[in-house]
Nanobody, 120 residues
Framework: QVQLVESGGGLVQAGGSLRLSCAAS????????MGWYRQAPGKQRELVAT???????NYADSVKGRFTVSRDNTKKTVYLQMDSLKPEDTAVYYCNADVRTFYTRNRDYWGQGTQVTVSS
């Protein structure tokens, strides 16, 4: 019923930048919080950044000052601008959205993940 399609991952050198995008589609009535999580090999999935429907944001301490999360409600899209990337940012990044559809109450949906690799 809801699809989250991510784009923008890739390989970048340390200190470089990448911008991730995630577009939601389907029979959507409203989207509450949207955000990004990441999972590095051998580690648990962790929160990177979220943005609520009113624009308030939340960041993991490890990315504060380097990453910026934003959203375009008309496009049902969330973005993650990643600057000053470090090798430890290497992970699969997953988009997440709390969505209400015509048929369901609010529930979490996940994207398929996009690989971000930062070389030293």
């Amino acid at each position: 019923q809801v699809q989250l399609v991510e784009s923008g991952g890739g390989l970048v050198q340390a200190g470089g930048s990448l911008r991730l995008s995630c577009a939601a589609s389907g029979l959507i009535v409203s989207i509450n919080t949207m955000g990004w999580y990441r999972q590095a090999p051998g580690k648990q999935r962790e929160l990177v950044a979220t943005v609520s429907s009113d624009g308030s944001t939340n960041y993991a301490d490890s990315v504060k000052g380097r990453f910026t999360v934003s959203r375009d409600n008309t496009k049902k899209t969330v973005y993650l601008q990643m600057d000053s990337l470090k090798p430890e940012d290497t992970a699969v990044y997953y988009c997440n959205a709390d969505v209400r559809t015509f048929y369901t109450r609010n529930r979490d949906y996940w994207g398929q993940g996009t690989q971000v690799t930062v070389s030293s």
